[in-house]
């Protein structure tokens, strides 16, 4: 059974910083695309960013392109998705997301969650 643990989140003002983390667990992980939504209250649930294992596929939503970036440790069996510049829009639930294949930018696309974790950042 695949679990997805996200950690990291928390409160921080405009311009800081945060990394989330998801920790993976349950089966092997190596054909499979890791992604983080985010979810703000009263709105959808809206892609962030997304990778493959082997670190060689990105990918972001155009609104945190050169502010977030996203790598696996295949060591830990973590993802993190490191936030800077973050701004008071960024602020969501932010959840962790697996799928088997590769991409996927839809919250449709993935079968697995975690139980997300609050980001707030403050103006």
């Known amino acids: 059974q695949v679990q997805l643990v996200e950690s990291g989140g928390g409160l921080v003002q405009a311009g800081g910083s945060l990394r989330l983390s998801c920790a993976a667990s349950g089966r092997s992980f190596s054909s499979y695309t890791m992604g983080w939504f985010r979810q703000a209250p009263g709105k959808e649930r809206d892609f962030v960013a997304a990778i493959n294992w082997s670190g060689s596929r990105a990918y972001f939503a155009d609104s945190v392109k050169g502010r977030f970036t996203i790598a696996p440790d295949n060591a830990k069996n973590t993802v993190y998705l490191q936030m800077n510049s973050l701004k008071p829009e960024d602020t969501a639930v932010y959840y962790c997301?697996?799928?088997?294949?590769?991409?996927?930018?839809?919250?449709?696309?993935?079968?697995?969650w975690g139980q997300g974790t609050q980001v707030t950042v403050s103006s």
């Open positions: 997301a697996a799928r088997r294949g590769i991409g996927g930018i839809k919250s449709t696309d993935y079968e697995n």
